[in-house]
Each structure stands twice: as structure tokens, then as C-alpha cells.
């Protein structure tokens, strides 16, 4: 097979068109993503037998994503994860953000970059995505320059690029916040997860951060070595129940460094996560219930995808012991992960 971007029609928005780019390489691999919300809406990746199966939730159709969805395939920000209170304080000035879950500032806000309409350059391998986030958009200060650019390689890796500029300081957090099943079908409770991590945040009942940091040693949270996912959940308690997790990863900023590690036995499809990103918010489709009716026909239930997104901490804009979120003029914010898919 040769390795090809090409792009089709996605519908329209106010008016705009909309456009689906499909990436493939010579291994037959091929990623959808569309410049609304950068949304990867297919990601077909090979089996043990070298069959094709899409391994990522969400829609065929464009009108389905503009009803509302819980950020399938999505960038998030300008700051992924909450903010306590939708409330922050830099360089001595209060900033209020709409409130989209609950007690906090949810993935940007109301109209973050997932319901964005992106302007698109595509490559032989690659389509960069570009936004200008205008200044005191969702409540954020600056005008902010933002790009994603998604790779295919012919190692079956899907690597984001990611780059930000901002002419006034402000917090920026990004993060991809794709839905993988490997199995593509049913639910995600016997795949296997192992997380090089040995400390994770903890969070109130709002899941916002309580500001400590915690070891996973003898706890639920401790993917240290290979454990199925829903082998623990009852021992988590909450609800809904299941990983909704900020955990610390102990690569230290190298991409090259397996981050995270998931294994469908079923299938024989592995997924490997690298990133330059200090924690991973590890999240398996607690709120899905059912309501959602997406390709195919396949009914997302609970527990039916999970999420690995590569982050700096929630809230870490309100906890200055955090790992810092403050991008100043000037600077450039880089971040790079990568999924990387394999068969076992």
C-alpha cells in the first residue's frame, strides 16, 4: 500500500464546510480525524491476524457530534481537566470560567477547542491543525495561538504534536481525549493495564485534586504490573464506578519512555503511550450510560472505552506545588505523545 492523506466532505458548520482528512500508511493503518474539534472519529488498527478493527468511540456523521457528545476523539482546552470553582488568580488577578461540571471548569468550558473549527494543512503524512483562541475567550486570558499536528508513521504510531503561543500569561493544558476499545466492541473491564506510575492525586467528591500527592502501592491504582482493568473496581468505591485518575508518571518528560501500556487478550492488540506530559488522567467511560448511539449502531454503555490523556495536573493552576501550567509571553508550549499500536 502507498501512504496517503487525503481529504472528503464532513458536512457543514454556520455555514463553513467541514472536512474529514483520512490518513493512511503502508501498512494499511488508517486515522480519521476532522478539523472540528480535531475530533480522530476512526482509527483502524490490525489484530493478531492482521484484521482491521476500529479501536476508538464516536460517530459517522457530523450531526452527531454537534448534538453534544462527552469529548469523544477531541482536543481539550485551553486547560484539560477541572479548575476548582471555574476560579484562578495570576499575577495578582482573579479570572472567573463558566462552570460545565458541576463545582469546576470542565475541558475549556462551554465552547472549548473541542467545538472549534480548526484550519487544516495537510501533508504526505501528517495534517497540521491550527486555532487562534482570541483573548478572554471562555474567560482565558491572551490571545493564544495553538497547533496540533497528527502523524501517521508506518510504525502504526499516532503522534501528536503539540505547539502554543500566547501574547499575555495564561494557563494552557492540552490534551487528546480519544475513546479506545481494542477489542471494538463490548466492554474495556479485561483489558490488561500497566501504568509506569507510582503516585497519583487525589480528588474530592468534586474530583478536583486535593492538593496531596499519594503512593499506589497496596491501593486499587496500582498498575505497576499488569492488572484488567475492572478486576478492582468495586474495591475503588464512588460512583459512578470505575478510574476517573490523574496518575504520576515516572518518565520524566521523555516521549521515548512507554508511559502507559494496554493489552486486549482477546484480540492481541496492544496500545502503547509515550508523552512528554507529567501525568496521564486514566478514564474508563464511568458516565457513559447507554444514551448514546454511535457507529454502526453500537450502544456505548459504561465502561464500554477508556482514555489515557496525557496532561499537566488538574487544577494546577489554583495548587502552585503542582507542576507549572503558566504559559508567558515569549515562551512556547510543546508537548508530544504518542500512541503506539501493536499485536501480541
Not at 486515522?31 to 464516536?58: A, F, Q, S, W
Not at 480548526?118 to 501528517?126: F, I, M, R, T, V
Amino acid at each position: 500500500m502507498k501512504a496517503s492523506v487525503t481529504k472528503s466532505d464532513f458536512g457543514k458548520l454556520a455555514g463553513k464546510p467541514v472536512d474529514l482528512y483520512t490518513l493512511t500508511n503502508k501498512r494499511g493503518m488508517i486515522c480519521k480525524v476532522t478539523n472540528y474539534g480535531t475530533i480522530i472519529t476512526e482509527l483502524h488498527v490490525p489484530d493478531r491476524t492482521g484484521k482491521l478493527g476500529d479501536v476508538v468511540l464516536g460517530f459517522d456523521n457530523l450531526t452527531d457530534y454537534l448534538r453534544g457528545h462527552p469529548y469523544f476523539g477531541c482536543t481539550v482546552g485551553r486547560f484539560a481537566n477541572r479548575i476548582a470553582h471555574g476560579r484562578f488568580t495570576l499575577d495578582e488577578k482573579g479570572y472567573k470560567l463558566a462552570m460545565n461540571n458541576g463545582a469546576a471548569a470542565l475541558h475549556g468550558g462551554l465552547r472549548g477547542f473541542d467545538k472549534q473549527l480548526w484550519k487544516a494543512s495537510p501533508g504526505k503524512d501528517c495534517v497540521k491543525f491550527t486555532y487562534t483562541s482570541a483573548d478572554g475567550e471562555e474567560g482565558y486570558p491572551g490571545k493564544l495561538e495553538v497547533s496540533v499536528t497528527m502523524t501517521l508513521t508506518e510504525r502504526n504510531e499516532l503522534v501528536l504534536d503539540y505547539g502554543a503561543k500566547s501574547n499575555k500569561p495564561t494557563p494552557v493544558n492540552l490534551s487528546n481525549h480519544t475513546y479506545f476499545n481494542l477489542a471494538c466492541s463490548g466492554d474495556i473491564k479485561d483489558h490488561r493495564l500497566i501504568l509506569a506510575s507510582d503516585f497519583y492525586t487525589p480528588v474530592n467528591d468534586d474530583l478536583i485534586p486535593t492538593g496531596e500527592v499519594r503512593s499506589v502501592q497496596k491501593t486499587a491504582l496500582d498498575f505497576t504490573k499488569p492488572v484488567p482493568v475492572g478486576v478492582r473496581f468495586s474495591k475503588l468505591g464512588g460512583k459512578p464506578l470505575g478510574y476517573d485518575h490523574n496518575f504520576i508518571l515516572r518518565s520524566g518528560g521523555n516521549s521515548n519512555a512507554i508511559a502507559a501500556r494496554v493489552i486486549d487478550p482477546k484480540s492481541g492488540r496492544v496500545l502503547e503511550m509515550m508523552t512528554t506530559e507529567p501525568a496521564v488522567q486514566f478514564y474508563t467511560g464511568n458516565f457513559l450510560d447507554g444514551s448514546i448511539t454511535g457507529k454502526n449502531g453500537a450502544v456505548y454503555k459504561q465502561h464500554t472505552g477508556f482514555c489515557l490523556e496525557a496532561q499537566h495536573y488538574p487544577d494546577a493552576v489554583n495548587q502552585p506545588h503542582f507542576p507549572n501550567t503558566i504559559l508567558r509571553p515569549g515562551q512556547t508550549y510543546t508537548q508530544k505523545t504518542i500512541y503506539r499500536f501493536l499485536a501480541s
